[in-house]
């Protein structure tokens, strides 16, 4: 009886260790015209997925009930820059990654100054 109290102290213990629903989330962008596609892909779970949650800030974005080791969302580049995160549900523990999606490029002021014209000589443009 003592053995298998220790073999399962054991069990439990290397569990802890090792973490419940091990694995590791990688994440990528790739930008489709005006959108980016963002992904999420767990390597391997230990434990059921019971589905995915998409957040920016405190705000749901998307959620699902899919198994899969991979979700993926769109955002509009041009008006949602921002810190995103995907959630792996699962039980005992949820699995987080962030995703940072940047803005457009600044434009330059030099585009946006108003045109000058240079006055040489009186009547004469440059």
Not at 55 to 66: N, P, T
């Given at each position: 009886m003592a053995a298998a109290q220790l073999v399962?102290?054991?069990?439990?213990?290397?569990?802890?260790?090792?973490?419940f629903g091990a694995g590791n989330i990688s994440t990528?962008?790739?930008?489709?015209?005006?959108?980016?596609?963002l992904t999420c892909t767990l390597d391997s779970s230990d434990t059921a997925i019971l589905g995915h949650r998409w957040?920016?800030?405190?705000?749901?974005?998307?959620?699902?009930?899919?198994a899969d080791l991979t979700t993926q969302f769109e955002v509009d580049t041009l008006e949602s820059p921002g810190?995103?995160?995907?959630?792996?549900?699962?039980?005992?523990?949820?699995?987080?990654?962030?995703?940072?999606?940047?803005g457009p490029l600044p434009i330059p002021s030099l585009f946006l100054a108003p045109p000058t014209l240079l006055l040489v000589s009186p009547g004469?443009?440059?």
């Open positions: 399962v102290l054991g069990l439990v213990l290397l569990g802890v260790e090792r973490g990528s962008m790739l930008d489709v015209g005006s959108k980016t596609r957040m920016k800030g405190d705000k749901v974005l998307q959620e699902d009930s899919e810190q995103y995160s995907c959630t792996f549900l699962s039980k005992p523990t949820d699995r987080t990654a962030s995703v940072n999606v940047k004469h443009l440059i």
